[in-house]
């Protein structure tokens, strides 16, 4: 591999600000990475998805649970990313503490480019919110915690 | 040494530009986002570089990330395929700014086609029918007017807010004695939901079919088409299965609707792949929109003509010219393509998961495109189409046993899949006899 090559690219790596760089080719491989700061690409959870999902068929809602005398757990019925509001920026179709009728929207999960409308299965009160807005979820996963009215 | 072609996508359709490239001369890099890394395309190509995060706003949507990617590795082309930055004015004006070839439309013709009303008033400068309709009003505006227009087209309209789209915001209009309230319905509910209280009236088309024209521009005003498809069958406004050429057609219409795409092509001196998209109903046709771009169903009019779309768009891009002309494309046969997308097959719930086991369909007159293998990752964070089943018969019935074969034969072991919805629709009668539109998935029931 040609040094100046390598030199060239680091000049250019720094002057553009990157925090990573891979570049794969016959010659070899190069990885350049900045030593500290905040990524500029986020590299957290949310990107790493599960190794295996649960994929079998399923109907438009997956029923809630019971749990143990804490209220009724809403799961999601699908892998993907879930938003606590319809865009960024507004405010959450629900928080804790909010009362809820039956059929009320509570969140959004997005799944290749497709937004699915999370809504109360039951009127109650939202008792806990299980995760972070942006974050994916699995199949099944529980999100929301409602307490029956 | 070769020129290097940046393939600015990723998926199917990544592969499909590779496979092209490899006949033109070109070395492909891929770019690709931290959760494409194991990709075909990526290990199929010369070079790779990751552009961002699984996200494709952070990857293949972010600007910047290609134009450096195309710079690192010394590229000369970019090739944005479809989705993504394909058909961004903006991004497509970068390219050539920074000094890249891009291939596809120009920016000016993108920017034309992009925006919904100035294609509109330019196709009908150019005397390509579009769906009569009315001027936009807002909630202020005063409705007098409007009772002529509505009149003038005739009832049942459609009302559709300005800002809304794929089936978002849109209310149908029997009569007269309901277009008041019905019209301030939608602009409130139009303001609340996109902050714009605009809204217009269309004709409303009961049960069209989704017809549409290929064409290859050279950019100087030579333009060539390589025929006709439909895409009738459609779930949520998008296309699962698209053939070539459509049936049950007058010629009369299929020769009009070929000359005004020419036409209108001519017109803009269009460069690249481009589809001109009509609804046709009752013996008439309108055209709705078009997409600046290669296409998804590309294959079904490279099946019937011989002409290996993709490869012709790198030589234009190449070359500034057209190698074919008009009377070497000759139609022959019939072709049908079946999308297979991670999804729910009744209720179309997308499906991510683990490809534990691949087999692809295969003999003469079958086509898979697809980036799958077994051991893939089929994430949630793309679009869910997984690839394409092709079948070339030298008759439409052909295709269809084909079709129906290769369906029988495909194995996604671990997916949830639309497979058996295809299988469901490739044996139902209105389809086999080609007696179908765009309202076919709720109008039939197979699950």
Do not use: G, V, W
């Given at each position: 591999m040609d040094i100046k090559y390598v030199e060239q690219l680091i000049v250019l790596f720094k002057q553009f600000g990157l925090q990573e760089l891979h570049i794969e080719s016959p010659q070899g491989k190069i990885i350049c990475k900045a030593p500290s700061g905040e990524p500029i690409f986020q590299t957290a959870k949310n990107d790493c998805l599960p190794k295996e999902y649960y994929c079998a068929p399923i109907e438009n809602t997956t029923p809630p649970t019971q749990t143990e005398n804490i209220g009724l757990a809403v799961r999601s019925p699908l892998v993907g990313t879930f938003y606590r509001a319809t865009e960024p920026g507004a405010t959450p179709l629900c928080t804790v503490g909010q009362k809820v009728s039956e059929g009320d929207p509570l969140g959004l999960i997005e799944s290749m480019k497709v937004l699915t409308l999370i809504t109360a299965p039951i009127s109650g009160t939202v008792e806990s919110i299980l995760i972070e807005n942006a974050q994916g979820v699995e199949w099944d996963q529980a999100l929301i915690i409602l307490k029956p009215l | 040494m070769k020129d290097k072609i940046l393939i600015a996508n990723r998926g199917e359709i990544a592969l499909r530009i590779l496979r092209a490239a490899r006949l033109t001369n070109l070395s492909p890099v891929m770019i690709h986002s931290q959760a494409d890394r194991m990709s075909l395309p990526v290990r199929s190509a010369d070079e790779s570089v990751c552009v961002g995060p699984g996200q494709s706003n952070k990857s293949y949507m972010n600007p910047q990330a290609l134009i450096e990617a195309a710079r690192i590795t010394k590229a000369r082309y970019i090739h944005p395929g479809y989705g993504f930055l394909s058909e961004n004015a903006n991004f497509a004006d970068l390219v050539e700014k920074e000094g890249f070839i891009f291939i596809g439309a120009r920016a000016d013709s993108i920017d034309l086609m992009g925006n919904k009303s100035k294609a509109r008033a330019f196709m009908m400068s150019q005397g390509v029918p579009c769906i009569p309709g009315t001027a936009a009003v807002g909630i202020e505006d005063d409705l007098t007017p409007i009772y002529e227009q509505a009149d003038r087209i005739g009832y049942p309209l459609l009302i559709k807010a300005s800002a809304g789209g794929g089936g978002k915001g849109m209310q149908i209009v029997y009569d007269r004695a309901e277009l008041l309230s019905q019209i301030r319905a939608v602009q409130h509910h139009a303001l609340q939901a996109f902050h714009d209280s605009q809204v217009y009236l269309e004709k409303y088309l009961s049960h069209p079919r989704h017809l549409e024209v290929q064409v290859l521009g050279d950019g100087h005003g030579q333009v060539l088409h390589i025929g006709l498809r439909e895409c009738s069958i459609q779930r949520r406004y998008q296309k699962i299965i698209e053939e070539a050429q459509p049936v049950n057609l007058p010629d009369h219409i299929r020769e009009k609707m070929l000359s005004v795409a020419l036409h209108a092509c001519r017109q803009i001196a269009y460069r690249g792949l481009g589809t001109l998209e009509f609804l046709y109903q009752d013996s008439e046709f309108y055209f709705i929109e078009m997409n600046t771009r290669v296409q998804v169903e590309h294959p079904v009019s490279e099946m019937i003509s011989q002409c290996d779309l993709v490869k012709l768009q790198l030589q234009v891009a190449q070359?500034?010219?057209?190698?074919?002309?008009?009377?070497d494309i000759h139609f022959q046969g019939h072709s049908i393509e079946c999308r297979i997308n991670a999804e729910h097959p009744a209720t179309y719930m997308p499906m991510p998961g683990k490809l534990k086991m691949l087999h692809a369909p295969g003999g003469f007159g079958v086509r898979f495109d697809s980036h799958l293998y077994t051991g893939a990752e089929i994430t949630p964070l793309y679009d869910s189409m997984i690839g394409k089943i092709i079948t070339y018969g030298s008759c439409r019935y052909e295709a269809i046993l084909k079709m129906r074969q290769a369906l029988s034969e495909c194995v996604f072991d671990g997916l949830t899949t639309n497979q058996t919805l295809h299988q469901k629709i490739l044996e139902e009668d209105d389809f086999v006899n080609g007696q179908?539109?765009?309202?076919y998935l709720n109008t039939h029931s197979f699950f």
């Open positions: - | 070359n500034e010219r057209i190698p074919i002309k008009q009377e179908y539109d765009t309202t």
